[in-house]
Structure formats: structure tokens, C-alpha cells
């Protein structure tokens, strides 16, 4: 049995969540019940995630249909489920699909997202579709007019991923005419009137001449009622527009107050006093009104009566909640963008809004705004030659190389809303759908039943039962909150850079480098991923989780290619997220996916990861080490060149998905026979690389070399390698080779050549490596090891000293910066105070999350 709570808002419109279990306790088939608080029986629906090696269940996932949310539930297997009082069906009319939630019912088909949507037997919403805008030129700096080519987003298949009975999802896939592909999700729940919507294109222009100028969700919503009796409803940051079509306040000659608080409520206004209903058709019809989101600072809002005369502006705010409602007392609309002021440039549109059919737009890409502009932010500066490209790797950390930079293959999702209502909603359910859309409930397992489960590998719950634990504890807060602190300050907000953290700070100008080369977007460096979704873990924290989402939202999408030559590969650190010349599967690293997936269920997190069935493949494309290297080799089927840290761990983390997930056994035996072949290298993980047969998916284990990178361990290696150890997979010589791996890391000179039979070279950021002697000496027993392992995490010593100043500074504080070269006053955390500390601060944070497991145990 498992009890869940909601994470930080209880979710009334369907639900869907992931639950961990031990290994062997769950077998596969076995049923799941829900009760709630009071012990009474809850409709489920259940399906399974991931299994152990033995087959068991490790990960299932479970929904439950719209209703009232219990403070909590109870999970358990071994039970059958109850059935919803409404089920979700899905049918077949001719060409078309027919899903009801019991409360609405959405026909799909005609090439768009639905050709007509109801509630009962009246028809509130027909023919929802994408739209976008394109340009041949981006907008000319001095203004002026661009030609603009506006296309409908076609549908070209429907498939059914689920059919209820508490859950349905529609998956609808297309393209913009003759560019942007396109994938739409529809997930209905048992007695929902919302339906949740998500939104993914990938970007496959030419950042030369394809500029996109507008991108949204269209919707046209049946009007019946009169004028006066018809509402628009537009979120600010508290509060809503509340306007009618045919306004009756403020008239010189007073309807009657029923009538006037009528209105304002969205009730029908009634009879009204003969002085005004006798000149009704004298008072203005407004029928169109625009929100715009341009930044995340500002928001403004316009109406006008009609096309052709002005618009009227309407006081503006600063941050939308990015909701809103077009109809009347006899039904309408709700529609919004999840983190829309976040995302902007965004906009709502409603229009028509006099006439028989209104149409309310949600924009992803506001047309207000200037057109998408995605080439290249410089000209090479003569950089044509690997030689001149590590030049400028030296000055500015950018990995630059020409036609590299390349935006063709990114994506981004977007998680939309649409609701049918019956009347036109109260303020108090309106803000309630806004805040739901935004933070939209999700049940979860505490940290300590998710430990008990054993997944994800080895970490630990808070403890700050000794003054070392609390010192780490204290200063994991302090470093989230920070990161939150600064996402604010500096608004790393937008609609390609929501999601995604700096990477180093610039001192002199107290601000992040937002314009240096590689010292700007993170891209996940470091695996600042992998720190956020270890610390929700340990804490339960909905802060942590939230902002660990957006990040994964972000990573996921804008910085790998989903299509293309660069398919299934990222792009490393860069003033722009795509970029950089480096494309590697550090950055499309699984490892960073897994935690939302198997949390959440979330389907478009799954193609992210089945888009490296093979990953593989990815090195016959690109390689890696191809300006650095010294030898003859290039890309060969036969021979492929992996490195054991950043590589292999990455494949790693997709082959373990794709087999604990799909089953796969080619996956499967390509991870244990290259973890066999490891343990019987030679030199094992010391080898720093590996050669590959493609064809066997087997490492050569003949090759004798020594190779260390100090980045071999800083994308998710030990936390795979120590999850691979936890499963007991009973494979030769592994676990003795990461182990040997991580004891000499950090050794003495003398001890290195004593068992290598060389001194290492290429040992760097000692203290986030102090995490590996650590694990090897959790896992052995050794105390000494242990002992050292903490004299190199907060000391180190000799040529191997640990320079990281946030290890150095007894007491961490935030200091206010202000003056006349500071546009606006700036917080500087006191770890930002030299270069090498801002650069190496997400490995250091990192290591924090395992540090205090594997030491403070001995």
C-alpha cells in the first residue's frame, strides 16, 4: 500500500502519476485500487512504466478521473478498481473520432484538432486548429511592413494511445503546409469538462529566409446569446477583464443595479429599464479584444468594435496568468497557455465576439512581437579551421565551427488548456481554472517511500542530525533558492530560454555571461538536471520539482535535434541554446529525462527518450573528439569510437530505459555485454575510451591505454554506474572496475603509479569528484577511504588542491550590488566571487546532493 498527497495543489479535472516499487513485490498484471481519505473507493486507471530485470513492476503509472481531491489517497495492488460512474469511451463515426468525457464530447477529423466540441447536446466550440504566420525577412529594424504567409496546421494521422475507461489520449500529428511538423496530444478524463492539450513543433526552416511570425491554437465558439449577455473574460496577474460585449455599466441612463451586477457576474442581465433596453443598439459592440504578453515584465490590453476602426487600450499589468473565456450565459469557451508570461512572446485573442461565431486564438509566438529570428548571432570571425575554432575555444569558450549553428531540428512544448462551459463562469471558478492550468495537480509518493523502492540508483534522505549534514543541507537550500532567486532577477524567461540556468557569472559587470561564448545558457553542463531531480527526491519539495520540470521541458527540447543530421544529439553551452559546433549525447542524456517521465507518465517525455532506441547510431554522424584528436581515426561501423565517461554513460542510461520500459533485448544485451567488456579491459574505465563494433554493440577489449577526463563523471556516469550496481545484474568485473575507478581518481600520486603503473593526468575539480571516493568507500567498508574522501571534498592538498571557493568560505550570503553601472540592483551570491567558482558551481552543487549519503555514513 502507498499513500499519496498532492504535490502542491490538488488536481480536480484528472489526474496522472507515477508510483515506484520495490523489486519483486509487484508482479506484472496485478491490479491497482485507489480510496481516498475516508476510505471510499476512487476509479482508476493503471498501466505499467518500467519493470525490474526480473520482470516485476519498478514503475507504474496511474490516473484518476475529474471530482473533489482528497487531502489523500491510499494505492494498492492486489485490488480490483472501481469503475467511473462515466466512463471516457472512444468510437469510430466514418472518418471520424468521437471522445466523451461524460461531459463533453469532441469529434475529431477534416484534417484539423476537431471539427466540433460540445457540451451535452448543444455545440460550443467547432473546428480548433493551429495557425502560423511565416516571413520571408525578418522585420526591418526601422519598422515598416513584411509580407506574411499565414497557414493552418494540418492533421495527417490520428492514433489512440489510450481509450479509458478514466483516461483517453489522442495523439494528432501534421505539419504547417510545407514546414514545422507537429505533434498534439488530447487527454480526456472521466467526467472532465477541461480537456489538457499538448502542443509540440520542431523547427525545420532555414534560419536565412524562414522567419516565423506568428504560431497558435484556434478555436471558433458558437454565440446564441444577446450582446449584453455575452462575456469576455481576460487573466491579469490577480485578477480578470471582465467585459461585456455590449456593456451596461456606466451608461448614462442606469439599467437597473440587478441588471448591472448581473453582468458583471456573467448572469443573464434580465429585464432591463425601458430607458436603455429601447436603446440598446446605440452602445457600442465590442468585438475584439487582444492580451499581449510581450515580456515577462509588461502585458497590454486593446478592444475595438470592429475591423477598420481604432483600438481602444484598456489599462494594462504586468504578468498574465494567460486565461480566458469568450461566450455567454448560455455557454462558451475557456482557454489558456500554461506559463504564459513565462514563454512570451504570447498573446489571447478574441475576435468576432458580436457576431454568431467568435474565435479566440492562444498565441505561443504573438504576432505583435518581432518574427522569430533564428540564424547565427556572428559572422565566424574568420574561424574556418579546427586550429583557428580552438583558438577561440581559448578566449571565449565557444566551440564555434561554420554551419554548426544550427537551429533546423530543435523543438518546444507547450501545455495548453481548452474548457467547456455551460454559463459563463464565476470569477472565483475562473481564477481557480487558471491556477489549475498552471500549476496543474499531480499525486505523488513521499521521498521515503520512493527510497524504499530502490530506484534511480543510490541517494539520501535530508539529515541534519550532525553539524556535517546540516551544513550540506543548509547549503543545498541555499543553492536552489539561489538559482530561483537569479531566474527572476535576471528573467531567464522567454520562449526558446524558459527552462534553462547560466552558466557562469561575470564579477565586473554583476551580471551571468549571457554573451560569452560558452560561458552563457547551461545546456545542461554539469547535469544541473540531475541535482534539481535528486533534490526533489530527497525533499518532496514542490518548489524543486517545478522549477526540475521546466528545465526538463526545456533540455528536452530546445537544446537536442529531434530531426535532421544531428538527430537524437545535443548542442553544449552557448549564447544561443543550439549553437554551439559540439553535438553530443551528454546533452540528449536519458538520464536526465527518466526522473519526469516515470513520475509523471508523460508521454512526450517518452518519445524524447524513444528517440534514442539506438542511440548508438548518433556516432557514425558526428565525432566527438574529431578537432582534439591526434590519431588517423574517423567515424567507422566497425570500430566506433566511445568515450567511457560522458559517452557510455549516456548510452548507458538509454539502453537501461529502453529495456526497463519496452522490454528491448537488443538494448538490453548491448548494455550488459559493454559493461562486460569494461570490466575486462585492461585498463576498464581508466582506458578513457572504447572501441565499438556497431553491429555487435561489443567494445574491444584488447586495447591497453590510459586516459583520464575530468569530465567523464560530471554527466550523469555515477549515478548511472551506481544504479547498473544496485540492479546486481551479475555482470563480470563491472562493479570492480568502477570502483577501481573511483578509489584512484583522486589517490596520491604515488598510489596511482604504484597500481597503474603511471601517475594520472587530467585530474581536475577535485571536490566533485570527492563523490566517487566516497561511493567506493561506502560501498567497501573502507574508512580510511572514507576519511579521505572528506579531506578532498572540503581541503584537498599538494598539486591537487581543491581551489572551488565555495568550499573554502566558512559562511555563504547574498550581497545587494547597486550603483550607477548597475541598471537595477543586483543580489551576488558570496560563491560568485572568482571566476572559477561561478564556473564550477553546478558540478559543486551536484556533488552536495551525494556527498553527505556516501560519507556521513562513516
Known sequence: MTVLRWLDRPGEQGVTWGVPWPRGAVERGTPFALSDAEGSEVPLQSWVTATWPDGSVKWSAHATGAGPGSPAYRLEPGREPAAPDTAVTVTRQGRDLVVGTGVVTWTIGGGTLARSISRGSREIARDVRLVSLRQAEPTPDEGGCVAREQADGVVESVTVEQDGPVRAVVRLEGRHGDWLPFTVRLYFYAGAEHVRIMHTFVWDGDPERDFLAGLGLRADVVMRDEPHDRHVRLAGGDGFLTEAVRGLTGLRRDPGEAARRAQVEGRPAGELDPEVANRLHLIPAWNDYTLDQGSADGYTLRKRTKEGHAWVTIPAGARSAGYGYVGGV?????????????????????????????????????????????????????????????EGLEITYEDYEPGFGDARGIARTHELS????????????????????????????????????????VWGLPDRGTPAHAKIEDRLDFLFDLYAREREQRRWYGFWDYGDVMHTYDEDRHTWRYDVGGYAWDNSE???????????????????????????????????????????????HNVQHWGCSCKQLRISNAAYRRFYYYLTADERTGDLMDELSVPEETFLVIDPQ???????????????????????????????????????????????????????????????DGRM??????????????????????????????????????????????????????????????????????????????????????????????????????????????????????????????????PHPVHEAAFVSTNSAAQYGLAAIHNLVLIGKHLTEH
Request: net charge negative.
Open 418 to 457: 481548452l474548457r467547456f462551459h455551460d454559463a459563463t463562469p464565476a470569477a472565483h471558478e475562473l481564477a481557480a481554472h487558471a491556477a489549475a492550468m498552471n500549476e496543474p495537480g499531480l499525486l505523488a509518493a513521499s521521498p521515503e517511500r520512493v527510497r524504499e523502492a530502490g530506484v534511480f540508483g
Open 626 to 688: 574529431r578537432k582534439v584528436r591526434e590519431d588517423v581515426y574517423t567515424p567507422d561501423p566497425t570500430a566506433l569510437s566511445v568515450g567511457l565517461g560522458t559517452d557510455w554513460g549516456s548510452l548507458a542510461a538509454a539502453w537501461l530505459t529502453r529495456w526497463e520500459r519496452h522490454g528491448d533485448e537488443r538494448a538490453r544485451d548491448r548494455l550488459l555485454g559493454t559493461m562486460a567488456d569494461i570490466g575486462a579491459m585492461p585498463r576498464r574505465f581508466l582506458s578513457g
Open 526 to 572: 554539469l547535469s544541473p538536471d540531475l541535482w534539481l531531480w535528486l533534490q526533489y527526491l530527497r525533499t518532496g519539495r514542490a518548489d524543486v520539482f517545478r522549477f526540475a520540470e521546466s528545465m526538463t521541458r526545456h533540455t528536452g527540447e530546445v537544446d537536442v535535434y529531434h530531426l535532421g543530421r544531428w538527430k537524437g544529439l545535443g548542442s553544449r
Open 330 to 390: 448560455s455557454g462558451g469557451l475557456g482557454f489558456g497557455l500554461r506559463d504564459f508570461w513565462r514563454l512570451h512572446p504570447t498573446r489571447l485573442d478574441v475576435r468576432n465576439a458580436a457576431t454568431d461565431v467568435a474565435t479566440a486564438t492562444v498565441w505561443l509566438w504573438s504576432p505583435s512581437a518581432p518574427a522569430m529570428d533564428l540564424r547565427f548571432y556572428h559572422d565566424g570571425m574568420g574561424q574556418d579551421t579546427f586550429a583557428e575554432q580552438l
Open 693 to 822: 563494433d556497431l553491429e555487435s554493440g561489443r567494445f574491444d577489449t584488447s586495447r591497453d591505454q590510459v586516459s583520464i577526463s575530468h569530465l567523464s563523471s560530471l554527466f550523469g556516469l555515477p549515478e548511472m554506474c551506481a544504479e547498473l550496481i544496485a540492479l546486481d545484474l551479475d555482470v563480470p568485473g563491472f562493479e570492480e572496475a568502477w570502483l577501481e575507478y573511483c578509489r584512484l581518481y583522486l589517490a596520491t600520486p604515488e598510489q596511482q603509479e604504484a597500481e597503474v603503473g603511471q601517475r594520472l593526468s587530467g585530474i581536475s575539480l577535485i571536490q566533485a569528484h570527492s563523490r566517487l571516493t566516497a561511493y567506493a568507500a561506502a560501498r567497501t567498508g573502507d574508512a580510511d577511504l572514507a576519511a579521505w574522501a572528506w579531506r578532498k571534498f572540503f581541503l584537498g592538498e599538494g598539486d591537487q588542491l581543491n581551489r572551488n571557493p565555495l568550499q573554502h568560505q566558512e559562511n555563504w550570503e547574498l550581497t545587494l550590488v547597486d550603483g550607477p553601472e548597475v
